[in-house]
């Protein structure tokens, strides 16, 4: 059984750095994409970052709204276990959210009803 469980949400001031975590494990053969989504109360979830880990070097893609200040990479385990991280730095007051990892086959930041898989979410707060 899939299971997915995020950890490091904190908060910090802004323009700090922070760096989550996504521990996956039981994910099939043909699921190589993960993902970053976050979501506020009433709005819908935002695709962050996905990476597609079916080749060397993996393929990422970042929202706008991110790009250049999140990275997001991938550690193997042993046991088909894996990390998969959102390094976050130049933290602004609206990076508020909570944030959840996803994992699934279509490397897309569209829909987060593209994805099968999600972990439990981290909370990550953000003041001036």
């Known amino acids: 059984q899939a299971q997915l469980v995020e950890s490091g949400g904190d908060s910090v001031k802004a323009g700090g750095s922070l760096r989550l975590a996504c521990r996956t494990s039981g994910l099939t053969y043909m699921t190589k994409n993960m993902a970053w989504f976050r979501q506020v109360p009433g709005k819908e979830r935002e695709g962050l970052a996905v990476?597609?880990?079916?080749?060397?070097?993996?393929?990422?893609?970042?929202?706008d709204s991110v790009k250049g200040r999140f990275s997001i990479y991938h550690v193997s385990h042993d046991h088909a276990e894996s990390t998969v991280y959102l390094q976050m730095n130049g933290l602004k007051p609206d990076d508020t959210a909570m944030y959840y990892c996803?994992?699934?086959?279509?490397?897309?930041?569209?829909?987060?009803?593209?994805?099968?898989?999600w972990g439990q979410g981290t909370q990550v707060t953000v003041s001036l």
């Open positions: 990476i597609y880990i079916g080749h060397s070097p993996p393929t990422t893609m970042y929202s």
């Open positions: 996803a994992a699934g086959s279509l490397f897309s930041l569209d829909s987060a009803e593209n994805w099968s898989y």
